[in-house]
DNA sequence: GTCAATATGAAATATTAATTCCAATCTGTA
DNA sequence: TACAGATTGGAATTAATATTTCATATTGAC
């Protein structure tokens, strides 16, 4: 019907920059009490996506009507579209970083130079980094520090993909003074260096979907003999999540097929320095 | 009434993390229709903070009364009240990245706990990531990777702290099927092993200060039979700089004594993807 | 100051969405 | 195989929310 046409035929802004211009130009020329809730909406973005109505116009002390009103004017046929585009704001945000990552994966592929294949790096490690951050379960980690910081001797175990991380782990509680043992003998002596492991000592554990079958045999063997672990794996469904005391979920964002591995070493490099500073504290306990 | 006050008892989760973990938990005892619906919540938290329950179940594949009955389980009184903790994450999320990091250096600066611990390394990689994404110098970049590319073996060389940078590359570049040699014989053979280097071959050393005075001596005796060198260092004064063909400087931001390694890992995997670009390149046209 | 045009408030209504209910189906057990 | 209990689907009901309407107030031009 041609009434439905009129309104399409005007502009309506579709994403939020656009409707935020369209309310900055016609701001002095809209009624007060419009006016009064154009400023809401652009200075409480997050209200108008979440909100109802009813509770928008409360907040900014106005009635649903006028609400109403206000969208109309801009060319909605009402609250309900205005506020899709305020939510759209808030999903892409939300996602701004994969498609950053989406973005530098497609230059890469269609020739766009070296410095494309870096940036994606760069960026893979700084969402990983940004996933983690949010997602660390701050009881876990004072867990898994706790369980650390009394063992004897900290093995750590990790192949393939993950093994830079333990070889870094290794260095790091050296540094430290923390006895450690990274199992990895090139003369196939894991199985008896397990062996010597007690429920005194503990075992970092890193594995990575496809899981190394040797990190999860020896995870499993030593896990028997009541070692307690902790585990660095990639989801809920990991092997290794079943046979540990604690274990962090690590999502890394991959690019040309190589994942970052940056977010698990800021995870490692914090759990071995938090270790290290759980001894020292406990040390002076002890002199003092 | 009594019931109400029941459901009010359990420990209903008020963050998405700890919604999270509920359900993870959960996940083996959930019957199959709210396992499904559950698993779907994990996997689209954005569909469920914006959907309503009708649209959110189709979606899902189930009925709306199943969506009610999932949050039901979790101990809240019907789906609005499980919607607002997906909300709620959204607007937390929403916080920029600047000031996200700003508030991690502060936090890890006035020392509060474990967390602060972990939020320093990030905050470190992070600021890592920024400064070498800045300062990377393309030019450098194209000719490494020249030079990396037309090597018949790539060998890798770094100790201590760099080491596993080294033991990464040498995973990616193995991968990529691109022969290489890690220069770690823990029988004391790595004289013998560089010996076996030509100016055909190229090397990409690492290290920091202080520098470890076996990659110097060896990144030395191996510049000397003529094979062009690579180097990831920390500045213009640095022992490997003088020998390299090429050569980075990476500045890493340190926290707690331990310096990132983010930025370094990052280059380190574009240059070995970059690598493997070039040779595919470069292989495609022999053929064609 | 009066009038017309415009804007606003508040309640009524229409619409949409959440929740409940009950019959049907599945699952495990005797 | 029969049965009880749990689970599920789908319609009916209830609650909530957006929108419309209309009376009232405000504004600006003459």
Redesign the interface.
Known sequence: MAVGGATMDERVPRDFETLRATILERRHSLPKRIAQIAAYALDNP?DIA?GTAASIAASAGVQPSTLIRFAQQLGFDGFTSLQQVF?ER??E??SSYDERLAALRAKAEEGGG??A??????A???TS??D???????AH??EA?ALLAKAETIYVLAR??S???A??IA??LGKLKIRNQLVES?AGLNAEMIGFATPRDAVIAISFSPYAPATIEETRSIAEQGVPIVAITDS?FSPLAQFAEVWFEVAEAD????R???AT???A??L???VG?KRREAGRRRKG
Chains 1, 2 share one sequence.
Do not use: C, K, Q
């Open positions: 997050d979440f939510r808030l999903r945000r939300n070296h410095r294949i870096f940036d994606g790096f760069v893979a490690a700084s980094l940004g983690i951050s949010r997602s660390l379960n701050e980690f004072d520090v393939r993909r093994y830079p991380v070889s870094y260095y790091a090139a809920s690019f040309g097929g190589f970052s591995i940056s070493m800021a995870l490099m914090a071995t320095v938090a500073e």
